[in-house]
């Protein structure tokens, strides 16, 4: 069932990233204790769109860069959703306080 919903979710990624949206969407699947990319290449505007499909495993996701901080205040847990847009260019790293060993690194350019 989840990944019919993953399978469902891809068209509307593959909608948003066409020509008449200036944004790009990077969609990170969470699954197996890990996420599907370590590493996003992304442009001032773009959204990073996070979705939870590991079962077992529960995350928290935060970023502690000056220019790109935010916190998952609550457990992100298999079905969730959620949606960061990059609002200035630079490097950072997106964290788990679950997972400390997990690491996804956004360069973001204009």
């Known amino acids: 069932m989840q990944r019919l919903v ?55 996701l935060y970023s502690t860069d000056e220019d790109h901080k935010f916190d998952v205040k609550h457990i992100f847990k298999n079905g969730d959703h959620f949606d960061i847009q990059i609002s200035s260019p630079g490097s950072f790293d997106i964290l788990c306080h679950a997972m400390p060993h997990m690491k996804i690194t956004v360069n973001a350019s204009d």
């Open 6 to 60: 993953i399978a469902a979710l891809f068209p509307i990624a593959l909608f948003l990233n066409s020509p008449a949206f200036a944004q790009t969407v990077h969609a990170i699947v969470f699954d197996d204790g890990k996420a599907s990319m370590t590493e996003i290449n992304a442009k001032v505007g773009d959204i990073v769109a996070f979705y939870h499909m590991d079962e077992d495993e529960a995350h928290q």
